[in-house]
């Protein structure tokens, strides 16, 4: 039995590559930003440069998360991964209250509620790279994560002026995916008290009764 082959090509890159995952079918349509730097991990350690691309959309049939820095993928992600996540998560918490979306006293939105309906890919290239292990599937980088969380918090604020119809649709999305999230968990817990409170009522010494007065 002969081996066989596959190539995958994107022409637009990273961005070709959420189009296929998307299918259409987003609640906003896929975008990509690019930006350069150069910054440093402390003070005294080198200065180096990076390049950053990020293309992403809301979809609520896929969800992707995938990071890649100079040409290899990150499994386990690391400094990209968790620019992401604070970022995605804070920048449209802060939206959705200054769009006045959500209810009185009611809790915010959580990295959960975000990542039920992203798509996103981070593809980034460096000068230097600090791996977190010799497997090198994540990368601890501070200053790559510092870059990358302000990029997407900056740029995030500009689509949504840009981009008001979709963004009023990412914002029910996600205060959707919260609400759900808060039910589920709070059906779950009675469920589960209710579970032990059978198990409880069982495991009584069968001379005891339940005081009355």
Request: charged content about 30%; overall charge neutral; hydrophobic content about 30%.
């Amino acid at each position: 039995i002969t081996g066989t082959e596959e190539e995958f090509l994107y022409p637009d890159g990273i961005l070709g590559f959420v189009h296929e995952i998307n299918q259409d079918k987003g609640i906003s349509k896929p975008v990509s930003w690019t930006a350069e730097g150069r910054g440093r991990d402390r003070k005294d350690r080198p200065e180096y440069k990076l390049k950053v691309e990020i293309a992403f959309c809301f979809n609520n049939e896929h969800q992707l998360l995938e990071y890649y820095h100079n040409s290899s993928w990150l499994e386990y992600g690391g400094s990209p991964e968790k620019a992401v996540r604070s970022a995605f998560t804070q920048a449209l918490d802060k939206l959705i209250k200054d769009n006045d979306k959500y209810k009185a006293n009611e809790q915010h939105i959580t990295w959960q509620d975000v990542s039920d309906s992203l798509i996103c890919i981070v593809n980034s290239f460096s000068t230097q790279t600090s791996y977190e292990n010799q497997t090198k599937k994540a990368i601890n980088n501070r200053f790559i994560q510092r870059y990358i969380t302000d990029m997407i918090r900056e740029r995030l604020e500009v689509w949504v002026i840009e981009n008001k119809e979709q963004a009023n649709r990412v914002f029910d999305q996600m205060l959707v995916n919260k609400r759900s999230r808060e039910s589920a968990e709070k059906q779950r817990i009675s469920i589960k008290r209710n579970l032990m409170g059978a198990i409880d009522i069982n495991n009584r010494v069968k001379n005891f009764v339940d005081c009355r007065s």
